[in-house]
């Protein structure tokens, strides 16, 4: 039997193609379990995995996306059974491993996390990575001492993945939301997931040459990078932590080491690729618990794997505002 995905191949040296496919199962790499792909997203990553020269696929053909949830088809391992939900973020499927943009999918079983109950495989998906990272960035605030009662938490990036979740995240647990936007027309958007205010893009990312400024945000899930980063830092609340995400704003950090000795600010690295599976597994709890599910159909647009193309190339151009679900199977 064949089967669906989004193909891409390297037509030149400077050149790649996406298509729609049908391909045979023979065509998967390797592991033990085999996934009936339901659904699966498109995110900044995908949408470089289809530029020429992006530094993350090594061969080609290669089928892209960075998550997907599904039914288990097949397993050689005990700990899964055909018929059995699950959901895969990270470990680089998408990258150098075939992802989710396909109606089947093989992986490693240390890969999956059992979905958890009250979600559905679409409600997975429209949480995703961005989703993951997210409560991964809330958890590691929290386990710094972050409370409600310490001040404003500031989320940039905010009308983006990462940044909707989490402001949808904070807000339901009680804590003030300021988020960050560039784009005016969000703002209504932003609200209505549990932002308290919206700060202007251009307040935030000014370039200053001092360290230091006011005490203003008593923590920071940063999804941009680059010299929004660096400024929020010099803003931080004595004893503040930022976790740091995303690096759409590039990877240089332009400020020195006063904040993180006067002021005591922690800067906290968020990575959703390779988390142990206890980590994996609480933080999809969290997410089941702590995520109010009735906003997510305010921040999900679906598509087709036709789509994925095009929608790539919007989410590059930071013109897609919250998270893209694919239905592989239309």
Known sequence: MTFKALVVEQSGEAEVSATVQQLTEDRLPSGNVTVAVEFSTVNYKDGLCLQPKNGLVREYPHVPGIDFAGTVETSDDLRYKPGDQVVLTGWRVGETHWGGLSQKARVNADWLVPLPDGLTTKQAMAIG????????????????????????????????????????????????????????????????LGASRIVARSDIDTVTKRPLESETWAGCVDAVGGEMLARVIGQMKYGGSVAAVGLAGGAKLPTSVIPFLLRGVNLLGIDSVMQPYENRLRAWQRIATDLPLKKLDAMTHSATLADVPTLATEILKGNIRGRVVVDVNH
Do not use: C, M, Q, W
């Open 129 to 192: 990575t961005a989703g993951f990272a997210a409560v991964l960035a809330v958890v590691a605030l929290e386990d710094h001492g972050l409370k409600p009662d310490r001040g404003e938490v500031l989320v940039t990036g905010a009308a983006g993945g990462v940044g909707s979740i989490a402001t949808a995240i904070l807000g339901n647990l009680g804590y003030e939301v300021a988020a960050v936007t560039g784009r005016p027309e969000t703002e209504d958007y932003l609200k209505s």
